[in-house]
T-cell receptor, first 110, second 115 residues
Framework: GQNIDQPTEMTATEGAIVQINCTYQ??????LFWYQQHAGEAPTFLSY????GLEEKGRFSSFLSRSKGYSYLLLKELQMKDSASYLC???????????FGTGTRLQVFP | DSGVTQTPKHLITATGQRVTLRCSPR?????VYWYQQSLDQGLQFLIH???????AKGNILERFSAQQFPDLHSELNLSSLELGDSALYFC??????????????FGPGTRLTVL
């Protein structure tokens, strides 16, 4: 079966660094995605990992360890606008569908 | 702006009714994926079409059906609506990024409210 776990909520302070973890169990893995979603809006693509290691994109970085079924999204220099839900998703090898976790709601305080 | 369009943005209807949600993928994209997002739940995959053919099905109810037309736009039909069908419905199309990464970009969604 497929299972993706991530914390439900996190809080952080403006200017700080926060790490959002995601663990997954899947029968056919073809990449891990992170999306940002503001309430009532569409998910927007942040990052993609298919090989082990760190991918850096400006203030956002994402890490993957396939052997551990583990990923994290690192957000640096937090801004108030980073308050949103962050969705971890695994792409199924056979169908290309994305299997999403329930998301981590991040609140950034001044 | 992802380039994926969805109409309508909001839809309010009554139980037992039927509605049609429409999605147009980015120009040139052949794939359309449909997802449902209920309150406090993650995005749930419903169905995937590629160039007019059904490619994969998720936990889509029998009351729901979809199709992709020759111009590549897609419609999701929901019938015999129940209160529990109230949700955000997103479609996404595949984009191949520089480096060959194939990812999904989402449309703005249709918020369905069943009263």
């Amino acid at each position: 079966g497929q299972n993706i776990d991530q914390p439900t909520e996190m809080t952080a302070t403006e200017g700080a660094i926060v790490q959002i973890n995601c663990t997954y169990q899947t029968s056919g893995f073809n990449g891990l995605f992170w999306y940002q979603q503001h309430a009532g809006e569409a998910p927007t693509f942040l990052s993609y990992n298919v090989l082990d290691g760190l991918e850096e994109k400006g203030r956002f970085s994402s890490f993957l360890s396939r052997s551990k079924g583990y990923s994290y999204l690192l957000l640096k220099e937090l801004q108030m606008k980073d308050s949103a839900s962050y969705l971890c998703a695994v792409r199924d090898y056979n169908t290309d569908k994305l299997i999403f976790g329930t998301g981590t709601r991040l609140q950034v305080f001044p | 702006d992802s380039g994926v369009t969805q109409t309508p943005k909001h839809l309010i209807t009554a139980t037992g009714q039927r509605v049609t949600l429409r999605c147009s993928p980015r120009s040139g994209d052949l794939s359309v994926y449909w997802y449902q997002q209920s309150l406090d739940q993650g995005l749930q995959f419903l169905i995937h079409y590629y160039n007019g053919e059904e490619r994969a099905k998720g936990n889509i109810l029998e009351r729901f059906s979809a199709q992709q037309f020759p111009d590549l736009h897609s419609e999701l039909n929901l019938s015999s609506l129940e209160l529990g069908d109230s949700a955000l419905y997103f479609c996404a199309s595949s984009v191949v990024l520089a480096g060959g990464t194939d990812t999904q970009y989402f449309g703005p969604g249709t918020r369905l409210t069943v009263l």
